[in-house]
């Protein structure tokens, strides 16, 4: 086989997960796009309906930082892997993770949330969108170095704490053990 063809292997496959996903995430009940018909390129308004409907939102920078963590840890326990199958890895875990994100049990686990009451799932586009936000975040540690891509982690969380009172960060400390003075504080308490 020759290294065009064995390169071409893990785009074909990235394209066939991203297939799948948006399939199983639609025979899960997940809208193509937005209930209200349009397909916006920014939603930026996160107690909206249109929050996780559209192509762009707050929480996509969340996703970038997802690609940011895989990096991190492929590149610790797949070192010698090539790239491009390290990034397929990192996407099928991204896939994998937005099919259970919008199970319903973790809708409803999220709407137990201060930021997620009215929280009901992605559309296709919005979680396509995050798995290749995902991407950007990966390739981004391979460009910039994980030295830099430390700085660049924390600055995303920071600014999304003082954003949106919300990040990677604390979104999993309240999805695993939701602390109400947290809850409270995001709820601009």
């Known amino acids: 086989m020759s290294i065009e063809r064995k390169k071409l292997w893990p785009i074909l496959l990235i394209a066939a997960v991203l297939g799948i996903t948006a399939l199983q995430l639609h025979a899960q009940g997940r809208l193509w796009i937005c209930a209200c018909g349009r397909v916006d390129f920014w939603s930026g308004d996160i107690w909206s309906s249109d929050n996780s409907q559209h192509i762009f939102d ?12 895989f990096f ?26 937005e099919v259970v994100e919008n199970a319903p049990f973790i809708i409803n686990r999220y709407r137990e949330g201060a930021l997620a009451l009215g929280y ?46 919300d990040s990677l960060i604390l979104n999993i400390i309240m999805l695993i053990y939701p602390i109400d003075a947290l809850g409270a504080w995001q709820a601009g308490g």
């Open 120 to 165: 009901e799932g992605d559309t296709v586009v919005n979680s396509i969108s995050d798995i290749l936000l995902c991407a950007v975040g990966f390739l981004l540690v391979h460009y910039i170095g994980v030295k830099r891509s430390v700085i660049f982690f924390v600055a995303v969380e920071l600014f999304l704490i003082l954003w949106i009172r």
């Open 72 to 97: 991190w840890l492929l590149n610790w326990l797949l070192k010698n892997m090539p790239l491009n199958w390290r990034l397929l890895i990192a996407l099928v875990i991204e896939s994998v993770w």
């Open 58 to 69: 707050p929480y996509s920078f969340t996703h970038l930082l997802h690609g940011v963590a």
